[in-house]
């Protein structure tokens, strides 16, 4: 048995039962399930020991947030590789083959990211993978087109932990998950992490995921979630960038952060926003930082290219987008 496949849970019982009965029709059948779950308060527990009492659950005392629990559940996992899956999924039967196939590729791949689709709208894309810029934003690859996109497997900046495979071995160099971030960013981070020490991140069209999109925070945008991945932004650019390249993208990153707090004083969370930079900035210095090492010195120049070049496509891709609609 290589893969174990992790779905960390918190009061999302609604949603297990078409998640785990998805995973039994898979055409690689070689794997172990894990439930991870984060106190729930729903039931969910009783739930799976009634319907699913084949699946190991493996139950927190409190809600840790997404990447304590899935920490957790890598730990406690005794295969090479080990899946990550939202709750609010459910896989086609190639699922778990396709991941794993692609990640035995090469051991320069620290993860791969699978084809996401919008469960209400399956004609569209809900993520090809994560991309970073040299704004600071995090972008979705692909949300919103037409599912006939992304159908070549390539290299992106990082998998989006939704529903990606990756190789247990490298957490012992790389470091877990950061579970101070408790959700939001914590897949880009240790992504851009993984880099660094030279790792790739993957994509994989063939691996096809239809996800309900926040089944557990609720919303696209509430209070918690806009907070919480403002004050995360800050932390994994000031952990992941050596001073010198801080420096570099400082207005950038100035630009980005105002844009962003502009748009979402529109949305109603301007106050969330700025709650959660000034909670990044007052707690920077408990941060973790990435020691800089001179034989990573390729993989940052690699990494600042990216950046560059993203922040452009995603540019390039947001004018066409209001072009085509007007």
Same mark, same amino acid.
């Given at each position: 048995?290589?893969?174990?496949?992790? !779905?960390?849970?918190?009061?999302?019982?609604?949603?297990?039962?078409?998640?785990?009965?998805?995973?039994?029709?898979?055409t690689?059948?070689?794997?172990?399930?894990?439930?991870? $779950?984060?106190?729930?308060? $729903?039931?969910? =527990? +009783?739930?799976?020991?009634?319907?699913f009492?084949? !699946?190991?659950?493996?139950?927190?005392?409190?809600?840790?947030?997404? *990447?304590?629990?899935?920490?957790?559940?890598?730990?406690?996992?005794?295969?090479?590789?080990?899946? =990550?899956?939202?709750? +609010?999924?459910?896989?086609?039967?190639?699922?778990?083959?396709?991941?794993?196939?692609?990640?035995?590729? *090469?051991?320069?791949?620290?993860?791969?990211?699978?084809?996401?689709?919008?469960?209400?709208?399956? +004609?569209l894309?809900?993520?090809?993978?994560?991309?970073?810029?040299?704004?600071?934003?995090?972008i979705?690859?692909g949300?919103?087109?037409?599912?006939?996109?992304?159908?070549?497997?390539?290299e !992106?900046?990082?998998?989006?932990?939704?529903?990606?495979?990756?190789?247990?071995s490298?957490?012992?160099?790389?470091?877990y998950?950061?579970e101070?971030?408790?959700a939001?960013?914590?897949?880009?981070?240790?992504?851009?992490?993984?880099?660094?020490?030279?790792?790739?991140?993957?994509?994989?069209?063939?691996?096809?995921?239809?996800?309900?999109?926040?089944?557990?925070?609720?919303?696209? @945008?509430?209070?918690?979630?806009?907070?919480?991945?403002?004050?995360n932004s800050i932390?994994?650019?000031?952990k992941?960038?050596?001073?010198?390249?801080?420096?570099?993208?400082?207005?950038?990153?100035?630009?980005? @952060?105002?844009?962003?707090?502009?748009?979402?004083?529109?949305?109603?969370?301007?106050?969330?926003?700025?709650?959660?930079?000034?909670?990044?900035? *007052?707690t920077?210095?408990?941060?973790?930082?990435?020691?800089?090492?001179?034989?990573?010195?390729? *993989?940052y120049?690699?990494?600042?290219? +990216?950046l560059?070049?993203?922040?452009?496509?995603?540019?390039?891709?947001?004018?066409?987008?209001?072009?085509?609609?007007?």
């Open positions: 048995m290589k893969v174990t496949v992790i !779905i960390p849970n918190y009061n999302g019982k609604h949603f297990l039962k078409p998640c785990l009965d998805s995973l039994k029709k898979q690689m059948q070689d794997f172990h399930t894990l439930v991870v $779950d984060n106190a729930s308060s $729903d039931g969910s =527990l +009783d739930f799976m020991k009634e319907h009492p084949e !699946i190991e659950v493996l139950h927190l005392d409190q809600n840790y947030g997404f *990447s304590a629990a899935v920490n957790a559940g890598i730990r406690h996992a005794q295969t090479p590789y080990v899946i =990550l899956l939202n709750n +609010d999924t459910t896989v086609d039967p190639h699922f778990t083959e396709a991941l794993l196939h692609a990640i035995e590729r *090469s051991t320069d791949i620290f993860s791969v990211s699978s084809k996401m689709i919008q469960m209400y709208h399956p +004609d894309i809900d993520s090809a993978g994560d991309l970073y810029t040299l704004v600071g934003w995090g979705c690859r949300t919103g087109r037409p599912i006939s996109n992304y159908t070549e497997a390539d !992106i900046f990082t998998a989006c932990a939704g529903a990606a495979i990756y190789r247990k490298a957490f012992r160099r790389i470091g998950f950061d101070s971030h408790f939001y960013l914590e897949d880009i981070d240790i992504g851009y992490r993984a880099r660094i020490y030279g790792f790739k991140n993957m994509y994989c069209p063939d691996a096809l995921v239809y996800h309900v999109g926040s089944g557990t925070s609720g919303s696209k @945008y509430n209070s918690f979630k806009v907070k919480l991945s403002a004050r932390w994994l650019n000031y992941n960038m050596p001073f010198i390249q801080l420096v570099v993208n400082f207005l950038p990153l100035f630009a980005g @952060y105002a844009v962003k707090y502009l748009f979402f004083c529109k949305k109603g969370f301007g106050k969330d926003y700025a709650d959660g930079i000034r909670e990044g900035l *007052s920077i210095r408990s941060c973790k930082k990435v020691p800089f090492q001179m034989r990573h010195l390729s *993989s120049i690699k990494i600042e290219a +990216d560059f070049c993203h922040t452009f496509r995603y540019a390039g891709d947001w004018f066409q987008r209001k072009l085509f609609h007007k």
